[in-house]
Structures are given as C-alpha cells and as structure tokens.
C-alpha cells in the first residue's frame, strides 16, 4: 500500500475540501478526482451540488489514516460538526443550504497560509475580515473562474500566476453584521443566531433581482461568479439607509410603468422586503431613509437571472435583458400590497381575467403581469355619479362577498363600475343603485329565502331583539309568513347596510 510522501495535519478552521487539495499538491496530485482515487475511494459530493464538496464520510478518513500513517480522530470529529452544524440547513431561509460548491477565496490568506477556509465556502459571506477584501471566485488576473483543483493553492490554475504575484482581491468594507457573523462562527461548534441568518439569505436573494416582487426560495446557491459582490450589497440592505434610498430611487424608475397602479405597486419590492424580516434593521426603516439626494448612480443595483428558478422563466419575459420579471406578481404579493385576504386576491383573477405566465399546480403561486392592468383601467373608467368603494369597507364582511369578487365582474363586464386613475386597483367606483343591486343578486345566490336571525345577527354584530327593533321601526322587513324563525328581507337589508355605511 503506497502511502503518502508528505503526511500534513489539517489547520485550525481549514476546509475539508481545502485539506484534501493541500495534501494533493504536496504530493504533487492536482486533480480531485486523482486525490480521492489515490485514497482508493468512491467520491461521496454533497448532493445537489455540481461542483466537488467532499463529504467527511467515515470511510474517506479511514482511508487518510491509512495513507497518512496517523490517526485523525479528533480532526474528523471536528470537519464533522462542520458538515453537520444545525444552522447550515433550514426550509424557512430563503436558501436553504449555506453551503456553496464551488470555490471562493481570500488570495492574500492562500498566499500567506496556504489554506483554504472552511467559511469561505458559506453563502452568507462576502469578506475576508483579515484583509477587508472580497472573496473571489475568479482569477483577478485572468478573470477565469477557480476550479477545485490542488494549485489553487499556489495560483490560478489557467494563467499560473502566483497569488503572491498579484494584487489582493477588490478592497471593499466589510459590515459590522458580517464582522459579528464571522465572530460567532470563530469555532465550529459556535452556534448562530438563525433569525440573523433568516434575513441574511432573503437580503441576499433580494440583491440577486432588487425590482422583482416575487422572490423565491432556492434549494442552493447557483455558481455566480460575482456572489460576493452580491451578499456585500445584501449587508447593505441591511444595514444603510443610504443604500435603501437608492434602492427604492431606482425601483420607482425601473418600475415606472406601473405609476398608473400607485406608488405602493412601483414600491413594492422594497416594501415587501422590510415586511419578511424577522428582525429590526436600521437600513430598510422607513423612518431612517434620508430625504437629502443621494448620488444613486453610484449605487446601481444589477440583476441576475440566476436566481429565478425554471418554473418561473419564460422567453417571452426575458426579451427585454431579462427586466420583465420585474413587472410580475402572483396572488399572495398581490394581496399583501392591497391588503386584501388571500381568498380575496384569488376571487380578483377568477375566469382567467388576465393571462397568467407559465401556470404552476398551485393557484396561489400563479404569476401575473402588472402592466396587463394598464389596459383593464382604461376600458373601466369611473362612471359618473359614482362612489368610490375600498378593500376594507364593511360591507365585505355583512355580506357573503369579497372586494375580489365585485373587481372581477367591473373588470369582466358584468358590473357597470370603473377604477381610479390614481389610485389604480386599490378601490373601485360604481354608482348606488348599480352597487345595491350586485349586493342583492349576491344574498339572493346564497340566501333565497331571506337571512336567517342567525345570519342577520352575525352580519350586524347585534343581538336578536336589535333585529326586531329594526324591522318595528320599519328599517328592516320579514319576508314572507314567519310562523317558527323569521328570516329577514334581502332587500330591505341590503338598503339598510348601505344607509348606516352612507353608500345611498
């Protein structure tokens, strides 16, 4: 059995990926796949990475043990924890596995130490806090991407040059979020705030597409070749006013097509955004944005496709540099921004009234285009002598209805009513008798016969005896002969209704 020549110990916070090039390149095995094959073993890779993670299978050291003629218990004991720490997988972060399976690097600590760190390797850093730089995923001469390979740990493996030969990687200031971050991650059997790491990974999918409200979840990070350039901007998000000005500054231009919708529409991702975090954060406080002009040219937010999952593309959205992912909402974004109950969003896309874009199983995950709804505004202007009906008037909770419902049928024409050219979905205007009627037919549809005292209690938030008061003092009236449970009038209770909410 051939062992090797030189048998090194792995190194305080070393990467088990790292540790096994570094024993590759002192004994001259540069490729991964020559390393695992020298150690008579199977690959074990993490599983859904494309890239090499080795995982630190008890059979692979038992396998160093033997080429390396010492015992590494403690060491596995160690690059175990690591693989397997609590907060490295969660189904509520947006990602769900920290890890990243390509390789990252701080050239200054490579040519200094020789090492790879194993917290290079995590999605939610961006930084080396030793040197203030960013961590790269490219040749800063070459600028081709790094390859698992044991000369990352002399240079880059297509242009050779050595790291000490070159410049350090981008200056660029780590945040105090960050540098706290690395501090609890100091050991690897440290424990870390999950909440933090919560509105890390949403700021981080946020700074992925910034002008997108529909933000989704990702399984692992997808291999960009900017990644810390992206999470430095998502410490920013959390921690700068200045950068969130700048952020809500482009969104109102890069969603400016959707001014006739209102500014909450044109707003909404940054809105969105601050809604989801767990915890308080001085950079998207609304109060904390300054109000002074910034120069917002020197904080252009970019966009990556990268992070818009198979199921959500469409070539008919990424004509225009991929923008028009901007513009799309599904029913829950739509609800939030209008404050409306789910139920109430779905009743407002009820008979397929705008078309929506690569149709998933579930209903709720449905994407729609905001701008389809330029051309609904139009065609339902506000009727004259009309009056002006919201989504929290209610009369949506006296009546079996929902304010989706009757914007369904003004925007599929079954309803004489129009909207507002300011306020775009966020109301609607129908005229009195037009509004009593629809009223009516809908109690009629659910309740022929009349509301029972039950129902009409319920509606009213008042006691039986109220009832009768109102129908001795001719407010409400009882239909038809009433010998056990009297049931009350649709129409008379739905001029009542609109009387008290003054609607006639």
Request: glycine fraction near 4%.
């Amino acid at each position: 059995m051939k062992r090797f020549a030189v048998r090194p110990e792995p190194i305080e916070n070393e990467s088990f990926n790292g540790f096994l090039l570094r024993i590759g390149k002192l004994n001259c095995v540069f490729k991964h796949s020559e390393i695992v094959k020298y150690l008579d073993c199977e690959p074990t890779p993490a599983p859904g990475y494309f890239g090499w993670l080795e995982m630190p299978s008890k059979h692979i050291f038992s396998a160093l043990e033997r080429k390396l003629e010492k015992p590494l218990t403690k060491h596995r004991i160690r690059f175990k924890e690591r693989a397997h720490l609590r907060w490295l997988y969660s189904k509520w972060r947006m990602i769900f596995d920290l890890r990243l399976g390509f390789p990252r690097i701080c050239t200054a600590c490579v040519s200094e130490q020789g090492i790879l760190d194993w917290r290079w390797g995590l999605a939610v850093t961006a930084h080396c806090p030793e040197h203030e730089c960013l961590l790269t995923s490219h040749c800063p001469k070459c600028d081709k991407e790094l390859k698992w390979t044991s000369s990352l740990l002399i240079g880059c493996p297509h242009c050779g040059k050595s790291w000490n030969e070159l410049d350090s990687c981008q200056p660029s200031e780590i945040s105090t979020t960050e540098r706290q971050l690395w501090d609890d991650m100091a050991t690897a059997s440290s424990d870390v705030d999950e909440s933090l790491l919560q509105d890390i990974c949403l700021a981080i999918v946020v700074a992925m597409r910034p002008f997108d409200l529909v933000c989704e979840s990702v399984r692992n990070c997808p291999k960009i070749m900017e990644h810390s350039r992206y999470v430095a901007r998502a410490y920013s998000l959390l921690e700068s006013p200045s950068i969130n000005a700048a952020w809500r500054k482009q969104c109102q231009e890069k969603r400016g097509q959707l001014n006739f919708l209102g500014q909450d529409f044109v707003e909404a991702p940054c809105n969105n955004f601050r809604s989801l975090l767990v915890k308080e954060w001085w950079g998207p406080s609304e109060q904390a944005l300054p109000t002074k002009e910034l120069p917002f040219a020197e904080n252009a937010f970019s966009e990556t496709t990268a992070y818009i999952s198979q199921s959500r593309r469409d070539k008919a959205l990424e004509s225009d540099e991929q923008s028009n992912y901007r513009f799309q909402t599904n029913v829950i974004s739509f609800a939030k921004i209008l404050g409306l109950s789910e139920e109430s969003a779905q009743d407002y896309f009820r008979w397929d009234v705008l078309k929506s874009h690569k149709n998933v199983k579930y209903s709720t995950s449905r994407r729609f285009d905001l701008r389809d709804f330029g051309e609904i505004i139009q065609k339902r202007p506000r009727p004259n002598e009309s009056i002006e009906i919201f989504p929290d008037n209610t009369i949506f909770s006296r009546f079996p209805v929902t304010f989706g419902q009757l914007a369904n049928d003004v925007i599929l024409n079954r309803v004489d009513g129009g909207f507002s050219d300011t306020r775009g979905v966020k109301s609607l205007f129908l005229h009195p008798k037009i509004l009593k009627k629809w009223l009516t037919d809908q109690l009629i549809r659910t309740d022929a016969q009349g509301l029972s005292m039950k129902r009409a209690t319920k509606a009213l938030n008042c006691s039986r005896q109220h009832i009768r008061k109102l129908v001795a003092a001719n407010l409400l009236e009882w239909v038809g002969e009433h010998r056990f449970e009297p049931r009350v009038d649709n129409q008379s209770f739905c001029e009542y209704v609109m009387r008290s909410e003054r609607l006639l």
